[in-house]
């Protein structure tokens, strides 16, 4: 029999996460991916491994 090597290679890696919750959601799709966008690129802007989450009621609503 032949001798089998294993090789553990550690890759490491960081997350910058946008959350947003809201009771009734936004009728596009689009603004939640817009706001969501923002809230990750905001983390990353803070640092690694950050967690950015906004409730849907504390954003500024736009005027009609």
Do not use: C, W
Not at 23 to 48: F, S, V
Request: charged share 25%; hydrophobic share 50%; proline share 8%.
């Amino acid at each position: 029999a032949l001798p089998v090597f294993l090789t553990i290679i550690m890759i490491p890696f960081t997350f910058s996460i946008g959350a947003l919750t809201f009771r009734i959601p936004p009728e596009a799709a689009d603004a939640i991916l817009r706001e969501t966008d923002l809230l990750m690129y905001k983390a990353k802007q803070q640092g690694k491994n950050r967690l950015e989450h906004v409730v849907a009621e504390d954003l500024p609503q736009k005027e009609a």
